[in-house]
């Protein structure tokens, strides 16, 4: 009965959460259809393989991958993910997993007809058998006008 409870309580703790979560979104009625080109683009850099993998880095990067429509898995495990375009040292493509853990962020603005998102992909970067950490994004300001969202300005690209 103790172990019942305690699981009724956790299911509850996580609903709250999610609840939170879906709350703290602002208002997405289009919004995904243009956030999934740039979340898309954003991860071309870097190279890409077929088996590579997207791990979304929190809970609300989960909820506008899915909004956006990318797919993203939970963790790999304990074994960190290393870039799609790594290399072992005697030159070979790195073994799996591959592939980077994504967060997505989305703020309103003064006004709710104003969006700022903010994409980052990391992973370990591998060359020759060298690994150094390896992170990317860019910032855009979203604006909503006459119905539909539109990609008003693009502030920061950066890569490490």
Do not use: H, N
């Not at 997207?54 to 993203?72: G, K, M, N, T």
């Not at 853990?101 to 003064?110: C, E, F, I, P, Y």
Request: glycine residues 12%; positive net charge; contains cysteine.
């Amino acid at each position: 009965m103790k172990g019942l409870f305690l699981k009724l309580l956790v299911f509850m703790g996580c609903a709250a959460s999610l609840r939170a979560v879906a709350a703290a979104q602002p208002t997405t009625d289009g919004l995904g259809a243009l956030i999934r080109p740039l979340v898309v683009d954003s991860l071309q850099g870097g190279g890409a393989r077929a088996e590579m993998v997207l791990v979304a880095a929190d809970s609300a990067s989960a909820a506008l991958l899915r909004l956006a429509d990318v797919p993203a898995v939970a963790a790999p495990g304990p074994k960190a993910l290393v870039c799609p375009g790594s290399t072992e040292a005697d030159g070979r493509p790195a073994a799996p997993p591959i592939g980077y853990v994504v967060q997505v962020a989305l703020a309103t603005g003064a006004d709710t007809s104003t969006q700022r998102l903010r994409v980052t992909k990391s992973c370990g970067f591998r060359y020759r058998g060298r690994l150094r950490g390896f992170a990317e994004g860019a910032t855009w300001e979203l604006r909503r006008e006459g119905g539909r969202w539109r990609v008003a300005a693009m502030f920061d690209r950066w890569i490490t």
